[in-house]
T-cell receptor, first 113, second 113 residues
């Protein structure tokens, strides 16, 4: 498996609190992505990064922000968590814009009460 | 953006039988079509992909077919085994970059021993 670790793996929080999920890679891949996975919706792209400090929005970016200060770390922040953000979050990496394959992390299960 | 529909949502087959999962897409400019397999509690992993200049691709017991005119593509698994039980996701993108990758809603395949 590609060297991708997500933390925390499980988190329960309350509505209105800030939450940060971390993705760390050891593959030196340029591209990093955050997806959310929900029943009936498959995988939906939240934000992605194409380099240090270079990020862009995905399909479902409202309520989320990201930061990438180092090649190996990509952070996803929920400034004020809502129950609709209860989901499983997957980080993924790829080594180029045209290489296709995504390598996913193990996922982070977030529950917002 | 692209809209990818996937059917069926659940599929049960007897061990040794074949399984077929179908996807349609909306954007005729899409030219990259990967399939991901996600075992229970695990991360999604790429199992096969196809590009629009190819009509069919095989890898041992799995094959993918693409009909660009009809804008649909299918995953075929022959001689199914219990370890094929998983959720399968199709996806489509314009170019191979994951920032343009849209996933279907998934098919839960159960292979009955």
């Amino acid at each position: 498996d590609a060297g991708i670790t997500q933390s925390p793996r499980h988190k329960v929080t309350e509505t209105g609190t800030p939450v940060t999920l971390r993705c760390h890679q050891t593959e030196n891949h340029r591209y990093m992505y955050w997806y959310r996975q929900d029943p009936g919706h498959g995988l939906r792209l939240i934000h992605y990064s194409y380099g240090v400090k270079d990020t862009d929005k995905g399909e479902v970016s409202d309520g989320y922000s990201v930061s990438r200060s180092k090649t190996e770390d990509f952070l996803l922040t929920l400034e004020s968590a809502t129950s609709s953000q209860t989901s499983v979050y997957f980080c993924a990496i790829s080594d180029g814009p045209n290489t296709g394959e995504l390598f996913f992390g193990e996922g982070s299960r977030l529950t917002v009460l | 953006g692209e809209n990818v529909e996937q059917h069926p949502s659940t599929l049960s087959v007897q061990e040794g039988d074949s399984a077929v999962i179908k996807c349609t897409y909306s954007d005729s400019a899409s030219n990259y079509f990967p399939w991901y397999k996600q075992e229970l509690g695990k991360r999604p992993q790429l199992i096969i992909d196809i590009r629009s200049n190819v009509g069919e691709k095989k890898d041992q017991r799995i094959a993918v077919t693409l009909n660009k005119t009809a804008k649909h593509f299918s995953l075929h698994i022959t001689e199914t085994q219990p370890e094929d039980s998983a959720v399968y996701f199709c996806a489509a993108s314009i170019g191979a970059g994951a920032n343009n990758l849209f996933f279907g809603t998934g098919t839960r395949l159960t292979v009955i021993p």
